[in-house]
């Protein structure tokens, strides 16, 4: 499996202009996370599906920001419109909501993106 | 919900043990703990978790204190590549969510 997979790795966009990220998760797995990462604020859920379901949103700063996940395979975290103060490492991570029960459980998080808004 | 405390950096030596501690006093009875690291500009990876008993892999060891309140993530022989942030976690609720903290800044020194 080659892992979970971001795109881009970075952006550059002016301030207004629409900014989407993308993500496809590890085959298999049924949760999906969104994480935005900056040095003042550290990691931060913004976002988390279940089989492709929302579950918790209340992370998600304003709504400016959206997330969807149309399948089990590839999801969307979208910013409209941009504002500097977004700058930041944006991660996405995936797990199996059937091994939460079991040791196995934990999260494998993609490269991230890098996104700088100017 | 379980919080965990680690020192803000730590140094270590190339070569020698490096060993990170982690306080969750207030975690409960079926909660796992987690140790995940970040080398810069990366992507969290998983190292090791446990619940009771002491864990080893390839990567680490982790010991969990009888009480559970505490543990220790090993690195038994550093290398410069295992400059990072490492973070403690408790998996937390019903949710099954993993709570991040500031993490412990490593810096191995050659």
């Known amino acids: 499996d080659a892992g979970v997979i971001q795109s881009p790795r970075h952006e550059v966009t002016e301030m207004g202009q629409e900014v989407t990220l993308r993500c496809k998760p590890i085959?298999?797995?049924?949760?999906l996370f969104w994480y935005r990462q900056t040095m003042m604020r550290g990691l931060e859920l913004l976002i988390y599906?279940?089989?492709?379901?929302?579950?918790?949103d209340s992370g998600m700063p304003e709504d400016r920001f959206s997330a969807k996940m149309p399948n089990a395979s590839f999801s969307t975290l979208k910013i409209q419109p941009s504002e500097p103060r977004d700058s930041a490492v944006y991660f996405c991570?995936?797990?199996?909501?059937?091994?939460?029960?079991?040791?196995?459980?934990?999260?494998?998080f993609g490269s991230g993106t890098r996104l700088t808004v100017v | 919900d379980a919080k965990t405390t680690q020192p803000t950096s730590m140094d270590c030596a190339e070569g020698r043990a490096a060993n990170l501690p982690c306080n969750h006093s207030?975690?409960?009875?079926?909660?796992?703990v987690y140790w995940y690291r970040q080398i810069h500009s990366q992507g969290p990876q998983y190292i090791i978790h446990?619940?009771?008993?002491?864990e080893t892999n390839e990567m680490a060891s982790l010991i969990i204190t009888e009480d559970r309140k505490s543990s220790t993530l090993i690195l038994p022989h550093a290398t410069l590549r295992d400059t990072a942030v490492y973070y403690c976690?408790?998996?937390?609720?019903?949710?099954?969510?993993?709570?991040w903290g500031a993490g412990t800044k490593l810096i191995i020194k050659p």
């Open positions: 991570a995936s797990s199996s909501v059937w091994d939460r029960e079991t040791p196995n459980y934990g999260y494998t």
């Open positions: 085959s298999g797995h049924n949760s």
């Open positions: 599906f279940n089989n492709n379901v929302p579950i918790d």
């Open positions: 207030t975690i409960s009875g079926n909660e796992y």
């Open positions: 446990g619940l009771k008993n002491n």
């Open positions: 976690i408790v998996r937390v609720g019903s949710n099954y969510q993993l709570i």
